[in-house]
């Protein structure tokens, strides 16, 4: 974008995303902070009593696959929205971001609990396997006629952790076009259960999708040419930590996930699903390791990202709320390819930002210059006082290496005690 979108009045960024992702006067007027119908949130939820409003908004800088992005990101954590725009730039002016889709298949498992004799199960499931496909997609008429339905079945033994035997599971696969899917994989699997269970003569337990998408990813790669020696080597030290230990893993991929789950809020997506699957997908060695991967290449910086990414882009949340369809509408995605492909993007930009700060000034400071604000408001400034108080804050930090409420409350006082008395 050529424009510094955080210098823009709030009234200029309305302007500039009505006219840059062609939003109307009422989808604009949804950011204005007015609570929604309590009628969607009465369908949406049992026992509602409102709703819980968490800020909404844009990254920028963001060139994906050479197209511009304005990334719309629902969250409530200070730095987040401007440590992905800072790297963002860095990555545009330094590099390129590019992104595929690995797999487009979603699971679902139907269990059979206690297996007498696994290994003809299995040969007996296999062997009807095409009919069994077959019923699936009779179950998803719609599904089957937009290009998409159930694809392959998958058998697996997996023993019993009593040691009293031995589970088969079965495992759909389904290509779920642009939805997450979540309940049409339920509906098909119990639906297969009666027929599985007369082929098998075994009873069927749990039929439910796995949120280990690891049929469907998504993946990022980040390139920053010709990047100073210390700073990469830096990076790719701090990356080497998390590969080495699962504690500073865990952290790790935390950060990444502060760029994935804002834009699955955002759009109305399942963050918590995504989430599980992407942590489960970390320890898919046997050790929980980091989602990313950085590495100097002749004179430059790669990133590398991979994860289970299941989204949706039509139904569900993302088709009700109304301030999803809009983020969508930002993103200018068509498909839930895209998507998933936008937030691998982000997250492996979000995870570059963190190892920088890390690896440079320390993740203390980049953090309190922009949690400045905050400690204004905590201190109890006025909105008119609040930039007054975080820049007195902003510099004192170029001395100390942390400020508290303490230091805000008494820049507060100071500020009041000097201001002119009222005529």
Not at 47 to 53: E, P, R, T
């Amino acid at each position: 974008m050529d424009v510094s979108f955080r210098k823009l009045s709030l009234e200029e960024r309305h302007k500039y995303l009505a006219k840059n992702c062609e939003l109307t006067q009422d989808e604009c007027a949804q950011f204005a902070g007015a609570a929604l119908d309590h009628g969607i949130a009465e369908h949406l939820i049992e026992n509602s009593i409102g709703y819980f409003q968490i800020p909404l908004g844009i990254a920028t800088n963001f060139k994906i696959d050479g197209r511009d992005v304005l990334i719309p990101m629902a969250v409530e954590e200070t730095s987040i929205i401007a440590a992905a725009s800072a790297s963002a730039k860095w990555v545009t002016r330094a590099g390129e971001l590019t992104t595929a889709m690995r797999g487009n298949l979603i699971i679902g498992q139907i269990q059979i609990p206690y297996a007498s004799e696994p290994e003809k199960l299995m040969t007996r499931l296999q062997g009807e396997s095409v009919a069994l496909i077959e019923l699936a997609n009779s179950m998803l008429p719609g599904l089957v006629k937009r290009g998409g339905g159930v694809r392959e079945l998958h058998l697996r033994d997996v023993p019993r952790p009593d040691g009293t035997g031995t589970m088969v599971v079965v495992h759909v696969l389904c290509d779920p076009c642009d939805a997450m899917g979540a309940n049409l994989i339920n509906q098909v699997c119990e639906g297969l259960k009666p027929r599985i269970e007369e082929i098998g003569g075994e009873a069927v337990g749990l039929c439910i999708l796995s949120n280990l998408v690891d049929q469907k990813l998504a993946t990022a790669k980040a390139v920053i040419r010709n990047i100073d020696p210390d700073l990469g080597r830096g990076i790719c030290e701090a990356m080497l930590f998390a590969e080495a230990d699962p504690y500073r893993a865990a952290t790790h991929n935390k950060g990444v996930m502060n760029g994935v789950d804002p834009i699955l809020i955002a759009t109305g997506n399942d963050w918590r699903a995504v989430e599980a699957g992407v942590h489960a997908y970390a320890c898919r060695t046997g050790r929980y390791r980091p989602i990313t991967s950085w590495r100097m290449e002749g004179g430059d910086l790669v990133g590398r990202i991979e994860l289970p990414m299941a989204v949706g882009t039509v139904g569900g949340v993302t088709k009700l709320h109304p301030l999803a369809q809009t983020a969508l509408k930002i993103l200018k995605v068509q498909t839930a390819s895209d998507l998933a492909r936008i937030c691998a993007a982000v997250g492996l930009v979000q995870n570059l930002g963190a190892l920088r700060a890390l690896s440079t000034v320390g993740i203390v400071r980049g953090h309190m210059e922009l949690h400045a604000a905050n400690l204004a408001l905590a201190a109890g400034s006025k909105p008119e006082e609040v930039p007054t108080v975080r820049a007195r804050l902003t510099e004192l930090l170029k001395q100390k290496k942390s400020i508290g409420i303490s230091v805000a409350k008494q820049i507060l006082k100071e500020l009041r005690q000097s201001a002119p008395e009222p005529a």
